[in-house]
């Protein structure tokens, strides 16, 4: 069963850049989609980024243009590199993963949701 530990949130201010990471085990890694979502208060999880095993990436509207979703197969490990961030952008950071790309993207990846990592964004 797969195994999901987020890091790298923390309080930044607005403009500012984060990189979280996602360290997976229990799967073979590259055989694995995975995506980041986020959760604010009050309102539903939602998918922030993907990045399926080989091809083109998928970013929500809102993070395209400042967010990179990235994997390093080698180390078993997602990455999402967060630039220009705004306040709307607090939330709690989830990663997961799923052997299919469609679940990534479509929110129900088939992973265990871990604990997240915090971000907040503000001054």
């Known amino acids: 069963q797969v195994q999901l530990v987020e890091s790298g949130g923390g309080l930044v201010q607005p403009g500012g850049s984060l990189r979280l990471s996602c360290a997976a085990s229990g799967i073979i890694f590259s055989n694995y989609a995975m995506g980041w979502y986020r959760q604010a208060p009050g309102k539903q999880r939602e998918l922030v980024a993907a990045i399926p095993t080989a091809g083109m990436t998928n970013y929500a509207d809102s993070v395209k243009g400042r967010f990179t979703i990235s994997r390093d197969n080698a180390k078993n490990r997602v990455y999402l590199q967060m630039n220009s961030l705004k306040p709307e952008d607090t939330a709690v950071y989830y990663c997961?993963?799923?052997?299919?790309?469609?679940?990534?993207?479509?929110?129900?990846?088939?992973?265990?949701w871990g604990q997240g990592t915090q971000v907040t964004v503000s001054s």
């Open positions: 997961n993963a799923d052997q299919f790309y469609r679940r990534v993207v479509g929110g129900n990846p088939g992973g265990s």
